[in-house]
């Protein structure tokens, strides 16, 4: 009987040190959500700023500009190894993707409404799809250096 009530105990010992260490930070949620690409230090802001919308807001813009620098670079890496129709192509493809980005931003902000947390939601998903984009020229970059 002892040695089943000890087993019970350092069970229920592990099973709480366990759960002790699994604390969700405020970035895991986002972490699940985003594509990859988004940076380390976009989470690190976000674990800091806790609960502070206005903090949080701070870590979403900065990010949202990293990734349109990245955007940016990918792009221009990408025309730098293409010619002819296929750098036409891309050219005609990033500005329509532009245009549909910017309507979705509208569409968004329309939804989500103009106060803080819902132009949080808005900068959000605008960094993720830069992120997205980027990612999807860095695999275009790939294709054109084995051309």
């Avoid at 989470?43 to 900065?62: G, H, L, N, T």
């Avoid at 192509?89 to 990033?94: D, P, S």
């Avoid at 980005?101 to 960094?127: F, H, I, P, R």
Wanted: proline share 1%; hydrophobic share 40%; glycine share 4%.
């Amino acid at each position: 009987m002892e040695r089943i009530r000890t087993t019970v105990i350092a069970f229920a010992l592990f099973a709480c040190a366990s759960g002790a260490g699994a604390v969700e930070r405020p970035s895991d949620r986002i972490r699940r959500d985003s594509p990859k690409g988004i940076t380390e230090a976009f989470y690190a802001c976000i674990d800091e700023a806790k609960f502070s919308d206005i903090d949080k807001a701070y870590c979403v813009s900065q990010e949202r500009e990293r990734q349109d620098r990245r955007l940016n670079a990918s792009y221009q890496a990408l025309l730098h190894k293409l010619d002819g129709d296929r750098k036409k192509n891309v050219i005609e493809a990033e500005r329509a993707w532009l245009k549909w980005q910017d309507k979705t931003s509208q569409v968004e902000s329309a939804l989500y409404g103009s106060e803080l947390m819902g132009n949080l939601e808005v900068t959000e998903n605008e960094a993720f799809a830069l992120c997205r984009q980027a990612n999807q020229l860095d695999e275009y970059l790939a294709l054109a250096n084995e051309l």
